[in-house]
T-cell receptor, first 111, second 113 residues
Framework: GEDVEQSLFLSVREGDSSVINCTYT??????LYWYKQEPGAGLQLLTY?????DMKQDQRLTVLLNKKDKHLSLRIADTQTGDSAIYFC???????????FGPGTRLSVLP | DSGVTQTPKHLITATGQRVTLRCSPR?????VYWYQQSLDQGLQFLIQ???????AKGNILERFSAQQFPDLHSELNLSSLELGDSALYFC????????????FGPGTRLLVL
């Protein structure tokens, strides 16, 4: 079955780059997503990548996809304290259907 | 403010009861998604509707049901509630059926005692 794994915690210093990693098991995953959840707040869809892409950049965010290793990463450049949140990786096999989420990575940004 | 509204914000009920959670999507959005977030199960996709029709079904229990009405608002009905149903229930909406640009509501926090 489908399974998505992430490391649970990551700490970085303000101004450094953060890299949050995710692995998934289903090779037929076509869409991969990153969501952000700030403390006490709802969810926010940050970005997504199609499986036929290797990289997607959106301002400070860079998503890298290694299909061979089923590995997805989210790089946040110049990490700020406002980036402190839980980041969820998710996959879906069909277009916008049946999202499967990882456990989330709690990013702490230290001053 | 995402433009997606959910009511109620908080709900406390007892085991065996039935509750209804309501979601109003952003103006113009045709697709509504329901998610459950709990300590035990993490974040799970429950179900999606697009323009009144069920489009995708995830880990939704048989005790749960949902529908999307002609005015595009959606309701999630949870019946025969168990302690394990205590969770934060999120609704999201998008204009397209693919979920590439989902906007989330603030959630309804359900506590089953």
């Amino acid at each position: 079955g489908e399974d998505v794994e992430q490391s649970l915690f990551l700490s970085v210093r303000e101004g450094d780059s953060s890299v949050i990693n995710c692995t998934y098991t289903d090779s037929s995953s076509t869409y991969l997503y990153w969501y952000k959840q700030e403390p006490g707040a709802g969810l926010q869809l940050l970005t997504y990548i199609f499986s036929n892409m290797d990289m997607k950049q959106d301002q400070r965010l860079t998503v890298l996809l290694n299909k061979k290793d089923k590995h997805l990463s989210l790089r946040i450049a110049d990490t700020q304290t406002g980036d402190s949140a839980i980041y969820f990786c998710a996959e879906s096999i069909r277009y916008g259907q049946n999202f499967v989420f990882g456990p989330g990575t709690r990013l702490s940004v230290l001053p | 403010d995402s433009g997606v509204t959910q009511t109620p914000k908080h709900l406390i009920t007892a085991t065996g009861q039935r509750v209804t959670l309501r979601c109003s999507p952003r103006s113009g959005d045709l697709s509504v998604y329901w998610y459950q977030q709990s300590l035990d199960q993490g974040l799970q996709f429950l179900i999606q509707y697009y323009n009144g029709e069920e489009r995708a079904k995830g880990n939704i229990l048989e005790r749960f049901s949902a529908q999307q009405f002609p005015d595009l608002h959606s309701e999630l009905n949870l019946s025969s509630l168990e302690l394990g149903d205590s969770a934060l229930y999120f609704c999201a909406s998008s204009v397209d059926p693919g979920g590439e640009t989902q906007y989330f509501g603030p959630g309804t926090r359900l506590l089953v005692l």
